[in-house]
């Protein structure tokens, strides 16, 4: 989306959307689980941004085709610095996230610098024959 504002057609279009948890005519916030699979399918080097988006049902012609790739950029940084993709508050509560909740996230951060280190292991073992 380029500056522009979405039609009420495409807004239907994008709440129809399993990953969309609200739409309005200038912004779409994606949910949760979306934003962790995206993060951690792109940092796994198996599909492109485009591509992830392209697979969950969006048009780029919608959206803009520059879009994804910039919301797995945000994406990517906030899960590095917050151990999560997904705001310190539970959706529409506005609660702090408890304490048990704060150890998953940290066990999902693990996971993946784990998944990463792999992947970073591989393509130094590819470069060096």
């Not at 005519?25 to 988006?53: C, M, N, P, Q």
């Not at 994406?75 to 310190?88: H, L, Q």
Request: net charge positive.
């Amino acid at each position: 989306m380029n500056g522009e504002k979405f039609t009420r057609e495409q807004i239907e279009e994008l709440r129809k959307n399993k990953n969309v948890l609200r739409c309005s005519s200038d912004r779409v916030r994606y949910g949760r689980d979306f934003k962790e699979a995206a993060v951690k399918r792109h940092g796994e080097g198996r599909l492109t941004a485009v591509e992830i988006f392209e697979s969950a049902g969006f048009d780029l012609g919608v959206i803009g085709k520059r879009r994804p790739n910039k919301l797995m950029y945000q994406w990517r940084k906030a899960f590095e610095k917050k151990g999560s993709v997904f705001p310190s508050r539970i959706a529409g509560v506005g609660k702090k996230i408890r304490s048990g909740n704060k150890i998953g996230m940290l066990k999902a951060k693990i996971a993946y610098l784990e998944a990463e280190n792999d992947f970073l292991a591989k393509l130094r073992a590819g470069k060096r024959q």
